[in-house]
DNA sequence: TATTATAATTTGTATATACATGTAATGCAA
DNA sequence: TTGCATTACATGTATATACAAATTATAATA
């Protein structure tokens, strides 16, 4: 299907993020996007709700929608951006190296936390994260097997997450996230350059698919002064009252 | 205005909420909640849209809207929820002491910040936040002064977000925030127990209006092993390309 | 001129309809 | 009984219309 209201929102996003919108301006009215991509306002309001969603703009009720400044405050990684994803669209040297690949025994802690079936069995995969030339992230990554039953070394020096997606075909829908901070542990000092530093910023994350099964148990630990985390969010319409 | 949209979605929240709805579950179809409720199928889709934003419900086409575990990983935090309306929800025993309260001269590097008139003011508020009886956090506030003329010590004490929303009728709209951790300063040490640490967690935010006019400015210190951010994140549907 | 009232513009909500697409149930045939 | 095609049902997308509500522009009035 044609999804005209994404192609819409990705044309808007793209002459945001070139200039050609300028923060503070504002978009054309729904009426006049009506009759320049010949679709209902329906169409375009749910183009308009995506951009307003990602913070690229704020509609105001009367006036218009207007371009927010993306650029000041740098921008989300939330959502579930990947590693890879991320080091690519900040420019950094960045290098990944896998250090464990392999099937863990059924029966085990991390086969209850991912509702495995009894017989079924979980990938391990641990990567070092290098930026700069500093090992700086270690990330442990438990995935279901019977999910994904196929996992090489190149695969996880690539992108899991676009092996997933674009290769096996799996939607990756949504996730829940934990950020903490922890004391550096062993296995921590032996893979990433911790320095003098004691502690480590620990982010767990259950990753589901689309019909809800969780299939990815992910602990992304930091090295406290190379992490970051940048958010957008909105005032939810319901919630306040709660 | 009514609203239908925004009563259903709270009365579907409420029920998801009470356990009437248990995770796993299906919520009764789209053309069902239609008849229940007595309004068209896009009604329905808008309210059902908003628990799937916010982490009640996963969509899966052709089937069903399917209810998501909330309690299983505790909740988000994420959003603009105050500090107030964060410990009522946890039920913690909470405190707060404002250290300071004043207007800050202009031509200084936060009004720059603020993007203030030359000729306003801007209030600084320096509050800490016990938890069973620690003070774990320190909270450093900057507000445009022309926008909010009035602050007292009882309000910030209070909630200065409620204040501004109920009493001052002021729409908050989004904000940008960043997390990252930083060295203890001599101020966290004045204010903060910080016991052995030598970091802190810091949260920047910039906090928006309907009219995105930036109104404050925000940094609040945590003490590392009480701090913990959870969240609920979907896979954008255009990003994904970019 | 300045103020006020009115109209035009713009976004928000609600409804109705049509068709596409994915899932589940049904029934028919081998 | 099993396998396959059909049907029914569920959600996704697109369109059209109507009215509400906030803002802005315009016109009328003092």
């Known amino acids: 299907m044609k999804k005209k209201y994404l192609d819409i929102y990705q044309e808007l996003v793209l002459l945001i993020r070139e200039g050609k919108l300028l923060a503070g301006e504002r978009l ?23 951009l307003s969603q990602n913070g690229y703009i704020q509609k105001v009720r009367g006036k218009g929608s207007i371009v927010l400044d993306r650029n000041k405050i ?22 990944t190296r896998v250090v464990e690949l392999y099937q863990i025994e059924p029966n085990q802690k991390v086969m209850e ?44 020096e690539d992108s899991i997450y676009s092996f ?14 934990e950020i903490v901070v922890e004391p550096v542990t062993e296995e921590d000092e032996t893979h990433i350059d911790v320095e003098t530093h004691d502690q480590v ?13 969780l299939f990815q148990y992910t602990e992304s630990r930091h090295r406290p002064d190379k992490f970051r985390f940048v958010d957008f969010a909105r005032r939810s319409k319901g919630e306040r009252f709660l």
């Not at 979980?122 to 019977?146: F, Q």
């Not at 997933?164 to 996230?177: V, Y």
């Open 28 to 50: 054309p009215s729904e009426h006049e996007l009506c009759s320049r991509y010949g679709t209902s306002r329906e169409t375009i309001r749910k183009a308009l709700n995506l």
């Open 74 to 95: 740098e921008f989300p990684v939330s959502g579930l951006t990947s590693f890879k994803e991320l080091a690519e669209e900040s420019g950094q040297q960045t290098n």
């Open 113 to 156: 936390l991912l509702q495995c079936p009894k017989d079924s069995y979980v990938w391990k995969i641990v990567r070092t994260r290098e930026m700069d030339g500093e090992k700086v992230i270690l990330d442990k990554d438990y995935i279901r097997g019977d999910i994904v039953e196929r996992l090489t070394k190149t695969i996880c």
């Open 164 to 177: 997933i997606e674009d290769d096996l075909g799996l939607a990756i829908s949504f996730a829940k996230k």
């Open 201 to 213: 910023v620990v982010i767990r994350s259950f990753v589901y698919l689309e019909d809800t099964t």
